[in-house]
């Protein structure tokens, strides 16, 4: 008889967790509405302003640009898809200077030749009221890359190493690390940290790049 009562005990407290629960999710969206969204209203004006002033050569096989959060603003101004894998591997942040090889069967090579100075900061993962996904850091509300959460498994209320660049407003930051809900901050939960490409003038043997197979989106690393 104890046992029934205690089980019919435990149901009543997880009914209960379960409504302040989301009752907390529904108050922690309407926040996350009131939070500035980081970057500024000249942020593409600025990334296009830089990619201006970088070449495009061999006949347009090779073209450099400027990553701008999700792709690469070219020096004419054409976007080029960059794979979500890769950006968030490569910890991308805007700003970054990539180059672009397009290969005789049509595919694309990306490599960071020019990575922005960055720093770090620390937020927490959020959900909004459209399902969004997004980082609160420093009073701003951060967009992140889909795949950077998806690799560490991260869920609202998460804590969130983001790197940003510092010399421009960015509305993008990159996923650097991930701290667990309930975990204190230890070697094991930093995971790998990011390290800049090394110049391009030194052609290194382990760079950077990506191949972007035509017609699919996989990008393999080297």
Same mark, same amino acid.
């Given at each position: 008889?104890?046992?029934?009562?205690?089980?019919?005990?435990?149901?009543?407290?997880?009914?209960?967790?379960?409504?302040?629960?989301?009752?907390?999710?529904?108050?922690?969206?309407?926040?996350?509405?009131?939070?500035?969204?980081?970057?500024?209203?000249?942020?593409?004006?600025?990334?296009?302003?830089?990619?201006?002033?970088?070449?495009?050569? /061999?006949? !347009?096989?090779?073209?450099?640009?400027?990553?701008?959060?999700?792709?690469?603003?070219?020096?004419?101004?054409?976007?080029?898809?960059?794979?979500?894998?890769?950006?968030?591997?490569?910890?991308?942040?805007?700003?970054?200077?990539?180059?672009?090889?397009?290969?005789?069967?049509?595919?694309?090579?990306?490599?960071?030749? !020019?990575?922005?100075?960055?720093?770090?900061?620390?937020?927490?993962?959020?959900?909004?009221?459209?399902?969004?996904?997004?980082?609160?850091?420093?009073? *701003?509300?951060?967009?992140?890359?889909?795949?950077?959460?998806?690799?560490?498994?991260? /869920?609202? !209320?998460?804590?969130?190493?983001?790197?940003?660049?510092?010399?421009?407003?960015?509305?993008?930051?990159?996923?650097?690390?991930?701290? *667990?809900?309930?975990?204190?901050?230890?070697?094991?939960?930093?995971?790998?940290?990011?390290?800049?490409?090394?110049?391009?003038?030194?052609?290194?043997?382990?760079?950077?790049?990506?191949?972007?197979?035509?017609?699919?989106? /996989?990008?393999?690393?080297?």
């Amino acid at each position: 008889m104890n046992d029934i009562s205690n089980i019919a005990r435990i149901q009543q407290l997880l009914e209960s967790m379960e409504k302040e629960l989301e009752m907390a999710k529904q108050l922690l969206s309407q926040m996350v509405g009131e939070v500035p969204e980081a970057g500024s209203s000249d942020e593409k004006e600025t990334i296009a302003s830089k990619a201006k002033f970088l070449s495009v050569s /061999e006949g !347009g096989k090779v073209i450099e640009g400027v990553f701008d959060g999700q792709n690469m603003v070219g020096p004419d101004g054409r976007i080029y898809p960059v794979p979500s894998n890769y950006a968030s591997k490569s910890k991308l942040v805007e700003g970054d200077v990539l180059k672009l090889t397009i290969a005789p069967d049509g595919s694309f090579i990306y490599k960071q030749i !020019g990575p922005a100075d960055r720093k770090r900061i620390l937020g927490v993962l959020v959900q909004d009221e459209k399902g969004d996904y997004r980082v609160v850091a420093e009073g *701003k509300s951060y967009k992140v890359l889909l795949a950077s959460l998806t690799y560490y498994k991260s /869920e609202p !209320g998460d804590q969130v190493t983001l790197l940003v660049p510092t010399d421009q407003e960015s509305s993008w930051a990159a996923v650097e690390n991930v701290i *667990k809900k309930g975990q204190g901050v230890s070697l094991e939960s930093l995971g790998p940290q990011y390290v800049p490409d090394e110049p391009a003038d030194e052609e290194p043997r382990d760079a950077r790049q990506v191949r972007i197979l035509t017609g699919d989106d /996989e990008d393999l690393l080297s």
